[in-house]
């Protein structure tokens, strides 16, 4: 194989295939540029957030679920906390440099490992932080019925609301596990290679 | 590591492995957009990853850890589907005119379609090979054991000769 060795190391190179140190230093800022504006696009999220919760409150839009407010506002809180959590999840632990110099394999369990971890535990930091305010919200709503709307269609309503929010968190608390079940299998080969 | 010397690292390995790092971008990449995104992604994440090398490895070792890794990436999200494992390549039936595959640009294209086809590590223990890297050096790059890739060598040689025409192009 000696000669398709040859061929393989005598490919001809193109010009653009040289790269230089000026253009590593633009794809760095460009790579910094990214990165303030995603963390710029989080920052405006949560900003709309709050002010249209404050805005809701302070009209007292609310009315006549009034003591919505107080739900309302633990769902901002658990907004707020999911975005950091993305935020630090993204930035903080993001690939310090000395990984990409590891070995193939090490470098691919490490990926798979921390994406299996992050959507194993995703109940915990994406789905939980949203119950307290919406059981509260729900609660109320099972609780209060406005007198402007009939029992049957207020209690309509509920059950609705109830029934899509448990569908809508089970199909992501699902989409969730059936994630990082594939990333096992996938670890699984890996190690598989690694005893070879 | 300063700056200065993270430049000089980078600047050092590009001018000893540019053509090398080139090629594996050219084997993983078919569109020429597609393949220079690539290879700039490798050459940041090389020279990002200067900062923290201080003689772990040796820096060929290094630098093709990083363009492996880089190029693992960059697959893994693009294509999940459509690769195979050497054994199930080999199940595959060769060019219908192996003459034509002596003909150097044919070869090329030969290889780096096998190559696109593979499943990792294979994919890179056959991009090694071609390298002319001996086992022990693959299994430094790749994290396989000296056996394991002793097996694919194996393979992608006897893979390669049904590729191309033993006694012409071997």
């Known amino acids: ?196 | 590591m300063g700056t200065v010397s993270q430049d000089e690292l980078y600047m050092h390995a590009t001018a000893e492995f540019g053509p090398a790092l080139a090629r594996l971008a050219r084997a993983y990449e078919a569109d020429p957009h597609s393949r220079l995104d690539l290879l700039q992604d490798i050459h940041f994440a090389l020279w990002r990853s200067f900062s923290s090398y201080a003689g772990q490895c040796s820096l060929r070792t290094w630098v093709y850890r990083v363009a492996h890794n880089v190029g693992i990436s960059g697959r893994v999200r693009r294509r999940r589907r459509g690769l195979t494992s050497l054994e199930e390549l080999a199940e595959i039936p060769a060019s219908d005119s192996p003459e034509d595959a002596v003909h150097t640009a044919h070869a090329l294209a030969t290889l780096h379609g096998l190559i696109r086809r593979l499943k990792s590590p294979d994919d890179q223990v056959m991009l090694l090979y071609l390298e002319d890297m001996d086992a022990a050096a693959i299994g430094e790059i790749t994290g396989l054991s000296a056996r394991a890739v002793a097996t694919r060598i194996h393979r992608i040689k006897q893979l390669l000769s049904r590729h191309f025409r033993q006694g012409e192009a071997s």
């Open chain 1, 1 to 196: 194989m000696t000669d398709l060795k040859t061929i393989w190391q005598n490919q001809p190179m193109e010009d653009n295939e040289m790269i230089n140190l000026s253009e590593i230093r633009a794809r760095a800022e460009s790579f910094k540029t990214r990165v303030r504006w995603r963390n710029l696009a989080l920052y405006a999220y949560s900003i709309a957030n709050i002010a249209i919760t404050a805005w809701l409150i302070s009209t007292g839009q609310h009315k006549p679920y009034m003591r919505y407010a107080a739900p309302g506002l633990l769902i901002v809180v658990a907004h707020l906390f999911v975005i950091w959590q993305l935020w630090w999840r993204a930035s903080v632990r993001a690939m310090p440099a000395d990984l990409m110099g590891r070995a193939a394999l090490d470098y691919l369990r490490h990926q798979l490992e921390r994406q299996r971890d992050a959507l194993s535990s995703a109940w915990l930091w994406y789905i939980a932080p949203f119950m307290p305010g919406l059981i509260w919200e729900f609660w109320l709503r099972a609780n209060l019925h406005p007198a402007s709307v009939p029992t049957w269609a207020d209690h309509a309503l509920v059950l609705y609301l109830v029934m899509s929010a448990l569908f809508f968190w089970t199909t992501v608390g699902f989409a969730f596990f059936w994630g990082a079940a594939r990333l096992d299998v996938r670890l699984e080969r890996l190690n598989t290679l690694k005893v070879e």
